[in-house]
């Protein structure tokens, strides 16, 4: 280890403590302890203080026995765990809901194991259906590696880029024969695949599932196998997926993976989770003014929740904030900002972050905005607030089209292609864009407004 990188150490009783590889000198938050190098190499050789660190944060770890076992050995043997997490590259951008994940990981990483941040090019190209009731729109090759791409240098945002193994799952899955394959299919029933939530209710109601549906929690979990991965995080909506890896692992005679869950943040419309299909996530490489109007969008509850599961405050300063804003010592919108503030700076620097914050303020609390808005309201149904069928009532050139901002989609389109279309602030550059369930500010041009209230009947 580089004394130039390691030279002081920062354990903080954050909400998710961790111990950061900055410099105190340069830590962009606050920590309440500092670490000398013993202190460090304490969590380094010693496997209750790693399970503690890899534990706090997590809604469910499957497995904690052998992975205290494991943690024992790794020290004993001097040999790293490796330490796994999937991700399919169904957009550009890696969302802040992802960050919940990988800061996980960096916190692992930094205890000295070895982290395989595995982009899922192949599974990408069949569609994840956790949590859908219809099959997923497959993407094409030529958009899968186009996210991909991206995917590569965004997670050096959180993740040490020296330390960080990066691999495709199409690397060993599509070299598979169609013998392999059938063999694959062959370790789990159709009747352990009806078990998972999603596909029970799609059955039930006479719904099509595919075939290759049901092999995608077995790709998913052949990855572990051929990583020969000890440790796989992901959300608990993944639990059957993460749960598929260890039965496969067992039945070709590898160590079981331990699995670790973490919670799911709610995107924008407060109601589904964040999801780039979906269109109600926050992307960690949008414009800063886009990172910070739409979290300046979100209701005060959902506020809460970000704290809860993304700010580097400290317990005390995230609970005090919390009763102030339920007895009203706390201004919600002031508490907003500052949340707004931290989150933007994170992703791209303080003065950035502080730009978009004095943009975002000229243009809503200087009197720019005319006093008389129009408001277009629009109720849906659960299955529009699901994503599913092929309603595009909350799809934004819909919206503009519907409320005359614009002649046609297409020139909508051309609006937001030519960078003329903002929401809540934030200029909007996804073409695909759906607004969120919430009350916010759509700007056309220089002039035209229009308040977009959106329900769930």
Do not use: C
Request: aromatic share 8%.
């Amino acid at each position: 280890m580089e004394k130039s990188k390691r030279e002081y150490y920062t354990f903080s009783l954050f909400l998710r403590p961790t111990i950061s590889s900055h410099k105190f000198v340069a830590a962009p938050y606050p920590a309440l302890t500092i670490l000398t190098h013993n202190i460090y190499y304490s969590f380094m050789n010693n496997p209750e203080k790693q399970f503690e660190v890899i534990q706090r944060g997590t809604v469910e770890i499957i497995g904690e026995d052998g992975l205290k076992e494991k943690l024992v050995a790794s020290i004993k043997n001097n040999k790293p765990l490796v330490v796994k997490a999937g991700f399919d590259p169904t957009a550009p951008d890696i969302h802040i809901g992802h960050t919940v994940i990988l800061e996980k990981m960096r916190q692992i990483q930094e205890l000295g194991h070895e982290i395989v941040f595995l982009i899922g090019d192949f599974t990408g190209m069949i569609g994840d259906p956790t949590g859908k009731n219809e099959l997923r729109k497959p993407l094409t090759t030529d958009e899968v590696r186009a996210n991909a791409e991206t995917y590569k240098e965004q997670i050096y945002k959180i993740l040490d880029r020296e330390k960080t193994k990066i691999v495709f799952n199409s690397e060993w899955l599509s070299k598979m024969n169609a013998m392999e394959v059938a063999r694959l299919g062959a370790m789990q029933t159709v009747a352990r695949m009806l078990e998972r939530d999603d596909f029970k209710k799609r059955f039930e109601a006479h719904r099509d599932i595919t075939l290759l549906e049901f092999y995608y929690p077995l790709f998913q979990a052949y990855d572990s196998v051929y990583l020969q991965a000890d440790i796989e995080l992901g959300g608990t909506d993944q639990k059957f997926n993460l749960l598929m890896g260890r039965t496969l692992q067992r039945k070709y005679g590898i160590d079981e993976q331990a699995v670790i869950m973490l919670p799911l943040l709610e995107g924008l419309d407060g109601v589904n989770k964040m999801s780039k299909s979906l269109g109600n996530y926050i992307g960690i490489t949008e414009a800063p003014s886009g990172v910070f109007g739409k979290i300046m969008s979100v209701s005060d509850e959902l506020m809460i929740r970000y704290y809860e599961l993304l700010s580097h405050i400290s317990v005390q300063k995230f609970d005090n904030l919390k009763t102030g804003v339920r007895d009203g010592s706390v201004h919600p919108k002031k508490a907003k900002e500052e949340l707004a503030l931290e989150i933007t700076e994170r992703y791209h620097g303080r003065d950035a972050a502080i730009k978009a914050m004095e943009e975002f303020n000229r243009v809503f609390k200087s009197g720019e905005l005319p006093e008389n808005i129009p408001v277009m309201t629009i109720e849906l149904n659960d299955a529009e607030v699901e994503g599913n069928g092929d309603s595009k009532r909350d799809w934004l050139p819909q919206i503009m089209k519907d409320a005359s901002l614009a002649k046609s989609t297409s020139e909508a389109l051309r609006l937001i292609k030519q960078g003329g279309v903002q929401i809540d602030g934030a200029k909007v550059i996804d073409t695909q864009t759906r607004v969120a369930i919430g009350e916010h500010i759509l700007k056309v041009g220089k002039k035209r407004f229009l308040k977009i209230i959106l329900d769930k009947l």
